[in-house]
């Protein structure tokens, strides 16, 4: 099956609500529906850094999305391009488009200047890892996440 991949654009916002829903359902989280239009609106509007892509099966329909984030770095003087999010959905996965998604983002990071695009998924989650082992190199990386919401207990 062969897609098109393209920029994520206002009139995508159903379609895109759908899968990053479902996404978000693989992952087990949810989000306020105002994250989720607030999001959509910086990834099609392409701020803050951020884009998006969208994979269009031959009948027009979104059948994966991927965003991307540019930011500076301190490793080095160009940007880094960290892939946020990744979606395929099941009826198309194992059909090339995660892999035109990914390469999708990459060379929008490599236009922007960025030298680096990374990304982390869950240790459990192999068959993305099976494609991701053969586009880019795993690192020994643990990642941590603190909520700055909330008030953190002392540490004694």
């Known amino acids: ?85 990744l979606f395929v959905a099941p009826s198309a996965r194992g059909t090339g488009a995660a892999r035109a998604l990914i390469e999708s983002v990459a060379e929008e990071a490599r236009r922007r200047g960025a030298t680096k695009l990374y990304w982390h998924t869950q240790e459990f989650n192999g068959p993305a890892r099976s494609l991701y082992d053969q586009l880019a190199t795993r690192v020994s990386f643990v990642v941590y996440e603190r909520s700055l919401v909330a008030a953190q207990p002392a540490h004694r």
């Open 1 to 85: 099956m062969a897609f098109a991949v393209r920029p994520i654009v206002t009139g995508d916002l159903d379609e895109w609500i759908a899968l990053w829903t479902a996404y978000l359902d693989f992952y087990r989280e949810t989000l306020d529906d105002q994250v989720k239009r607030r999001t959509f609106e910086r990834l099609s509007r392409r701020e803050d850094g951020l884009f998006g892509f969208g994979a269009e099966s031959p009948d027009g329909t979104l059948v994966g999305i991927a965003h991307g984030i540019l930011h500076p770095s301190t490793w080095s003087t160009s940007p880094a391009c960290y892939l946020e999010d």
